[in-house]
């Protein structure tokens, strides 16, 4: 794979000269989250510097630059530095001077520039090898074919968010603009079928065990959540005796004070059912432990969505007289 510095090192520039040594070192962090990110150049007079990451950099840039009220020859020679690292050509020069003196505007949305990065992404068809380049072409057709056709004032609600598998770069933002994407998505910029098939299956996570299953349990179709066997409370004796994986949904620090021998903990908060997808394999038999009833009916319905129907039953370690308290050894540190 090779390997990306363009974000590197336009994010410890901009550090650099906003921050100081400091926000160099955030800066290259940040730019290194870009590169990881980043599928393949845009199109026009930028070359190999994404479109959408160009114009938000140049415009914070400014914005940074006019926020003590001037802008000084450091800011400036910074911003030249940058155009210097980029090699931008004339037309390109007037292009980042142009975005430069936008982000320095009073109603300049700096929050916005920022998110539009981490926002940027259309998804991945990369999840089912055999068909990639197929459903490449259908995600094309349909953005190019359908949704950019519609105005820029149309409202666009993510239907993953941060963390989430189904994409890379996706930011913790609930909602953006059709215009926004397109000038700031990496993947709305023009180019041809092909490039867009490469470049959106670039760098993406890795595909986790649970989706090819699950996707094969989409086309079956999935029994209604309300039909699966409802799991049954173990007693001491039974989970104990339990033939399958006792995944303990409490916090880390409540299982490593105190857990159910040969359990497994992934916590309920987080990406609970990713994990437990990956960890755990389809169809295996699985029993809970809970604080409460609350939890376990929130562990059955968040596994049941990445195919794990097999919970069959739990136990409770608190606010609970129902079972003989287990007795169960303290963690011990190595």
């Known amino acids: 794979m090779t390997t990306r510095w363009t974000g590197k090192i336009i994010g410890g520039l901009i550090g650099l000269f906003a921050l100081g040594p400091f926000g160099a070192a955030l800066g290259a962090v940040l730019g290194h989250q870009y590169d990881q990110g980043a599928a393949g150049p845009g199109a026009g007079a930028t070359g190999n510097f994404g479109t959408h990451f160009f114009s938000a950099t140049f415009e914070v840039m400014g914005h940074l630059a006019k926020a003590d009220g001037r802008v000084s020859e450091r800011e400036i020679a910074a911003a030249r530095a940058v155009m210097a690292a980029l090699r931008l050509d004339e037309a390109s020069v007037r292009a980042a001077i142009a975005c430069f003196q936008r982000g ?15 926002r940027a992404c259309v998804g991945r068809p990369d999840l089912f090898p055999d068909m990639a380049n197929d459903l490449a ?7 190019h074919g359908k949704l950019l056709k519609l105005p820029d004032y149309c409202e666009v609600y993510p239907a993953h968010g941060a963390g989430s598998l189904c994409g890379k770069s996706l930011s913790k933002e609930t909602w953006s603009t059709l215009g926004n994407q397109r000038k700031f998505n990496y993947a709305l910029q023009p180019m041809t079928k092909e490039k867009f098939a490469k470049i959106v299956a670039a760098d993406q996570p890795e595909v986790p065990a649970y989706f090819p299953k699950s996707a094969a349990k989409n086309l079956e179709g999935s029994a209604p959540l309300t039909d699966l066997a409802k799991p049954q409370e173990f007693s001491t004796e039974e989970i104990q005796a339990f033939d399958g994986v ?5 916090q880390n620090l409540e299982y490593g004070e105190k857990h159910i021998p040969n359990s497994i903990n992934i916590g309920l908060g ?37 195919g794990h129907e097999t919970v069959t039953g739990f136990i409770l370690l608190h606010n609970s007289v129902s079972y003989t308290p287990l007795t169960l050894p303290p963690h011990s540190s190595v």
């Open 270 to 306: 987080g990406q609970f059912a990713s994990w437990a997808g990956t960890l755990v394999p389809i169809g295996t038999p699985i029993a809970i432990v809970a604080d409460n009833e609350t939890q376990v009916d929130e562990a059955c319905t968040r596994l049941a969505r990445v």
């Open 137 to 143: 072409g259908r995600l094309f057709d349909s953005l």
């Open 246 to 250: 006792v995944i303990d949904i409490r």
């Open 104 to 118: 320095k505007q009073p109603a300049f949305d700096y929050g916005g520039a920022i998110q539009s990065i981490r």
